[in-house]
Each structure stands twice: as structure tokens, then as C-alpha cells.
């Protein structure tokens, strides 16, 4: 059972337009929220994380939105740039045991 | 500071042999994770140890094994491969066990099984 629910599974933005990555989980025991930025033939890599007790956390051009209520996050990238082109993974986890979104390939067109 | 080294960085096996990794992790950092990556289950959660003892286990046959060493060191097996072992293969260092504190992912080791 997938405990970390991640839509879109591929996007592609122009360069400029703002992406955005879904994501849902059902443990409320979940505290901590990371997103990772993969490029090919690299390991994941810490984009920006947030915990449940603030609803918005913004680093330069990302953003990520959390909804406790509807125990949903996202992530919100503005101004893609074709650099940002990778696959994002969220992720949840309690303790130190990650759970991962099945990642989003993003293409952001020149 | 060095990041996490993994090696090999590639290995090809056939069917029914078995394979060690190996996890090199950030200085002082003690605990440390491994993954599964697949294209299409992305990225699942084998085990954790810490101070080498494993305290978290996903849900893998019992043909995944770890175990960690003094240094912090680790090292995973996998026993009797499957065509279905192949995947990139992550390890992540932290600084400790408890929740919250950013993992720090090697570049992989890509296993093929033919």
C-alpha cells in the first residue's frame, strides 16, 4: 500500500510558468514533509521540507503548501527555469522511516 | 565535507547469485537508510540502522539483509538475485534516528540481474 499519494506522474511547463506537484498520505503519525530533486544518474536530493504545524514554507522559487486537514501538500515551483527539469519525489515520515511519493518527472520547456 | 559514497556504482549478476553493497557515510552522521528505486515504485524504504543495530524495516523478503559496522559504515545483501532485484540501489546518511533530520542520498549502485 502506497503511503504517500503523488500526482502528476510527468509535467511539462514552459519555461516561466509555475509547476505544481501534489501529494496526499493517510498516517497522521506522518511530522515531517520533505521534497527531493532528482537528476538522472544522481541521488535524490533535499529541495525544501516543512512540518504540520505551519500551513506554507517558501525557498526562493519553491514553495510548499500543507493542508493538515486534508492531510495534502504541495509543491509550487514559479518562474521554471529548463534547469528544474528533473523528477520530485515528496515524502512523510515519523521517526527516522521514510515514505516516498513515486515521483514526478518535470519538463519545463525553453 | 564528503558526501555518501556508494560502491560499486554499477553490477551486472545473473539469477540466483547474491550481491553486497556498500555505504560510505557522511563523517559523523549514524544512521543510515537504504532504498529501492524503480521506475515504477519509486522509492521504497529496505531498512535502517543505527548505530549498528537496525531499528526500522520495510517490507522486503527476507533475501535483503544489512548491517552496519563501528564506523558507521553499512552494507546491504541480497541473496538468491530475481530478474526483479533489478533497481538503483540508494543508501541515506543522517545525523541521528530520530524524526525530522534531513537524509543525505548517495548516488545509487545500478544492479542489473540477467
Known amino acids: 500500500q502506497q503511503q504517500v499519494k503523488q500526482s502528476p506522474q510527468s509535467l511539462i511547463v514552459q519555461k516561466g510558468g509555475i509547476s505544481i506537484i501534489n501529494c496526499a498520505y493517510e498516517?497522521?503519525?506522518?511530522?515531517?514533509f520533505p521534497w527531493y530533486q532528482q537528476f538522472p544518474g544522481k541521488g535524490p536530493a533535499l529541495l525544501i521540507a516543512i512540518r504540520p504545524d505551519v500551513s506554507e514554507k517558501k525557498e526562493g522559487r519553491f514553495t510548499i503548501s500543507f493542508n493538515k486537514s486534508a492531510k495534502q501538500f504541495s509543491l509550487h515551483i514559479m518562474d521554471s527555469q529548463p534547469g528544474d527539469s528533473a523528477t520530485y519525489f515528496c515524502a512523510a515520515s515519523a521517526g527516522n522511516q521514510f515514505y516516498f511519493g513515486t515521483g514526478t518527472s518535470l519538463t519545463v520547456i525553453p | 565535507k564528503a558526501g555518501v559514497t556508494q560502491t560499486p556504482r554499477y553490477l551486472i549478476k545473473t539469477r540466483g547469485q547474491q550481491v553486497t553493497l556498500s555505504c560510505s557515510p557522511i563523517?559523523?552522521?549514524?544512521?543510515v537508510s537504504w532504498y529501492q528505486q524503480t521506475p515504477g515504485q519509486g522509492l521504497q524504504f529496505l531498512f535502517e540502522y543505527f548505530s549498528e543495530t537496525q531499528r526500522n524495516k520495510g517490507n522486503f523478503p527476507g533475501r535483503f539483509s544489512g548491517r552496519q559496522f563501528s564506523n558507521s559504515r553499512s552494507e546491504m545483501n541480497v541473496s538468491t538475485l530475481e530478474l526483479g532485484d533489478s533497481a538503483l540501489y540508494l543508501c541515506?546518511?543522517?545525523?541521528?534516528?530520530?524524526?525530522?533530520?534531513?537524509?543525505?542520498f548517495g548516488p545509487g549502485t545500478r544492479l542489473t540481474v540477467l
Open positions: 541515506a546518511s543522517s545525523l541521528s534516528s530520530s524524526g525530522g533530520n534531513e537524509q543525505f
Open positions: 563523517s559523523g552522521h549514524r544512521s
Open positions: 498516517n497522521t503519525a506522518f511530522d515531517y
